[in-house]
């Protein structure tokens, strides 16, 4: 059986100057992500979900329990400072605010900056700005200032700088909350195509529940714990669960359970826009 990409162990932690009355922002959760997946992980403001991110991605240090990148304990106070360099460029993250993570004037100065610090070779370089900045759509915008692209191209753009790095794994923590519709329609498409075309492990926080709807595996917290764990369509089975901690279900998922309770008979489950149509369908005889 092959290992996990990441293992995290009972990991707890809480920021300086918390209440030590109060439980800690994680507490001792417990979560494996294999290779390949496409993980969401939902949660209220607070529950916990951005210091998981930097948890993994080794910005922050649990206070307790471990983390394994690659079959790595990353908590071993043992490890090197190169250790985590080289750790860290399996496990790239993409942040909420995209001009927060661009530090070039030109596209592909930015696009070059992580392959830069790797110590690589121009010609590699080259090849990955212009492979990567193909791959997110915006190749032709090579030579202009990201300060005057849109939000949904700014934030491809510091999708690409990530994948130069040619990561493992990528971390979005809410890389859409700040778009327009069509910048997180765009950046979605990013997302899924990377996952599904590139095999690439993607962990994806977020609190719109559609886009959450369209990963392989949702892990929801609350209060630092994992309260839910499955697929998107066992998760969004548990609506009184997931409104008790202050979240919603998708307006197709919520539309199925409402039919049901009129008496309406629908087979199986919906978690996005084509599975309640197509079930729709279905039950009036018209697949």
Same mark, same amino acid.
């Given at each position: 059986?092959?290992?996990?990409?990441?293992?995290?162990?009972?990991?707890?932690?809480?920021?300086?100057?918390?209440?030590?009355?109060?439980?800690?922002?994680?507490?001792?959760?417990?979560?494996?992500?294999?290779?390949?997946?496409?993980?969401?992980?939902?949660?209220?403001?607070?529950?916990?979900?951005?210091?998981?991110?930097?948890?993994?991605?080794?910005?922050?240090? %649990?206070?307790?329990?471990?983390?394994?990148?690659?079959?790595?304990?990353?908590?071993?106070?043992?490890?090197?400072?190169?250790?985590?360099?080289?750790?860290?460029?399996?496990?790239?993250?993409?942040?909420?605010?995209?001009?927060?993570?661009?530090?070039?004037?030109?596209?592909?100065?930015?696009?070059?900056?992580?392959?830069?610090?790797?110590?690589?070779?121009?010609?590699?370089?080259?090849?990955?700005?212009?492979?990567?900045?193909?791959?997110?759509?915006?190749?032709?915008?090579?030579?202009?200032? %990201?300060?005057?692209?849109?939000?949904?191209?700014?934030?491809?753009?510091?999708?690409?700088?990530?994948?130069?790095?040619? %990561?493992?794994?990528?971390?979005?923590?809410?890389?859409?909350?700040?778009?327009?519709?069509?910048?997180?329609?765009?950046?979605?498409?990013?997302?899924?195509?990377?996952?599904?075309?590139?095999?690439?492990?993607?962990?994806?926080?977020?609190?719109?529940?559609?886009?959450?709807?369209?990963?392989?595996?949702?892990?929801?917290?609350?209060?630092?714990?994992?309260?839910?764990?499955?697929? %998107?369509?066992?998760?969004?089975?548990?609506?009184?669960?997931?409104?008790?901690?202050?979240?919603?279900?998708?307006?197709?998922?919520?539309?199925?359970?409402?039919?049901?309770?009129?008496?309406?008979?629908?087979?199986?489950?919906?978690?996005?826009?084509?599975?309640?149509?197509?079930?729709?369908?279905?039950?009036?005889?018209?697949?």
């Amino acid at each position: 059986m092959n290992e996990p990409l990441i293992k995290a162990e009972n990991i707890s932690y809480r920021y300086d100057g918390d209440d030590l009355n109060k439980s800690p922002v994680l507490n001792e959760l417990s979560i494996d992500i294999k290779e390949g997946e496409f993980i969401a992980i939902l949660g209220h403001n607070g529950s916990g979900k951005s210091t998981l991110a930097k948890l993994l991605n080794m910005i922050l240090v %649990p206070v307790t329990g471990k983390i394994y990148i690659l079959g790595k304990d990353i908590t071993d106070e043992n490890i090197t400072d190169e250790d985590i360099l080289t750790l860290r460029k399996d496990v790239g993250m993409v942040f909420q605010n995209p001009d927060n993570q661009l530090v070039a004037t030109v596209v592909e100065d930015d696009v070059a900056f992580g392959p830069e610090n790797l110590g690589l070779p121009s010609e590699e370089i080259r090849e990955r700005v212009d492979k990567v900045l193909k791959g997110v759509g915006m190749y032709e915008y090579a030579k202009h200032e %990201p300060h005057r692209l849109s939000g949904g191209q700014k934030q491809r753009i510091a999708i690409a700088g990530v994948l130069a790095m040619e %990561p493992k794994c990528i971390i979005f923590d809410e890389s859409t909350a700040m778009l327009d519709p069509i910048g997180r329609r765009d950046v979605m498409n990013s997302i899924i195509e990377l996952n599904r075309e590139k095999g690439m492990t993607v962990i994806m926080i977020t609190h719109y529940m559609e886009e959450a709807a369209l990963a392989d595996r949702i892990i929801v917290l609350d209060d630092g714990n994992a309260i839910l764990d499955g697929t %998107p369509e066992y998760v969004f089975e548990h609506e009184e669960l997931l409104r008790s901690c202050g979240l919603n279900i998708p307006q197709c998922t919520e539309l199925v359970h409402r039919l049901r309770e009129k008496g309406i008979k629908l087979d199986g489950d919906c978690a996005t826009v084509e599975a309640c149509a197509e079930m729709i369908l279905k039950s009036l005889g018209k697949e």
